[in-house]
C-alpha cells in the first residue's frame, strides 16, 4: 500500500473508534494510550492469523534462544532425544546474552532467567536456579578439610561479587563475605567459572544440575549438601499468539518432560 492509502486506512481507523491512534508530531508519529492499547491485541491477532495460514511442514526448524551455561551443560546433551522423537524437525541453537524480542529476531522459543513474568509470553517453569560452593581436589587439599561453611572462607573465591555467594552464606548463617581482593578471576558464565574452579583457582557457587559429570568423576567437589535459590527459575517462553504451533507445542513437552525427569 502507498503511503497516502496508510493514512486514509488510519483516518476511517480514528473516525469508527473516535479517537485518535497516532500523535503526529515533527517528523514522526507516537502512539496514543487509545493506539497502545489497540497495538498489543491487533498484533497477536495478525501472529495467529498469519499461524493459521502457515502449513505445518513450511519451516519444521526450531530455533532456539538460550543461556550459554544451560545450553552446553543441560540442553545441548539431551537435545538428540528431542531430535530422535521428531526426526522431522530440525533444531537451531543460540545462546544469548540478552533478552531476544520475538518481534525483532528470529526465535520460535527461548529459556530465560527470572520470575516468569513477561507481557506478551507464555511462560512455563523448566528449573529453579540453584547454587552451592564447589571447589577443585587440590584446592581442597590444600586448604585442608572442610568442617563447616565458615571454613570456605579461608578460601579464594572466584568472583566474591557474585551475589548468588550471600544468598548461600546468608541460608548457612554466615555473616562475613569474602573480601574482595580475593578475587583472581571474574567471568560471569558458571562454564567458565567452573573452569576456573576445576583448575584450582578458588570457590565457585555453580548449578548442581549442570556439573552432574564433573562432580561424578571429581574433577569439581561440592563440600556441603546445602543447595540454595535466589527465588528465580528459568523458564520456557514464547509469545502467547505461537502456542498451538506443532513445532513449539512438541519442544515444550520435551524439555518440561525432560526437566521432571532430572529432578
Known amino acids: 500500500m502507498t503511503q497516502a492509502a496508510i493514512s486514509y486506512q488510519i483516518k476511517l481507523l480514528e473516525d469508527v473508534l473516535g479517537t485518535p491512534v497516532f500523535l503526529r508530531q515533527n517528523r514522526r508519529v507516537t502512539l496514543t494510550r487509545a493506539g497502545r492499547r489497540l497495538a498489543g491485541p491487533t498484533t497477536e491477532a495478525f501472529d495467529l492469523l498469519r499461524d493459521a495460514y502457515t502449513a505445518p511442514d513450511d519451516d519444521m526448524t526450531l530455533t532456539i534462544s538460550t543461556l550459554v551455561t544451560l545450553a552446553s551443560n543441560w540442553l545441548a546433551p539431551r537435545i538428540g532425544r528431542f531430535q530422535m522423537s521428531h526426526p522431522r524437525i530440525a533444531v537451531r541453537m543460540s545462546t544469548e546474552a540478552h533478552s531476544v524480542d520475538f518481534k525483532s529476531e528470529e526465535f520460535d522459543v527461548a529459556i530465560r532467567y527470572g520470575d516468569g513474568q513477561w507481557p506478551g509470553l507464555r511462560a512455563h517453569e523448566v528449573m529453579p536456579v540453584a547454587f552451592t560452593p564447589m571447589i577443585s581436589p587440590t584446592l581442597l587439599e590444600q586448604y585442608g578439610p572442610l568442617c563447616s561453611p565458615a ?26 563475605r569474602p573480601a574482595k581482593a580475593n578475587a583472581q578471576i571474574m567471568i560471569g558464565a558458571q562454564t567458565g567459572e567452573a573452569a576456573a574452579a576445576i583448575a584450582g583457582h578458588g ?42 504451533n506443532l513445532k513449539i507445542v512438541a519442544f515444550r513437552k520435551w524439555v518440561l518432560a525432560e526437566a521432571a525427569a532430572d529432578r
Open 151 to 176: 571454613d570456605l572462607m579461608r578460601l579464594p573465591f572466584i568472583d566474591p561479587a557474585d551475589r548468588n555467594i550471600a544468598y548461600w552464606l546468608d541460608e548457612a548463617g554466615i555473616s562475613d
Open 203 to 244: 570457590v565457585a557457587f555453580l548449578n548442581p544440575a549442570f556439573f552432574r559429570t564433573e562432580l561424578e568423576t571429581g574433577r569439581l567437589i561440592q563440600p556441603f549438601d546445602q543447595v540454595s535459590t535466589d527465588g528465580k527459575s528459568y523458564w520456557l517462553v514464547y509469545p502467547e499468539s505461537r502456542r498451538h
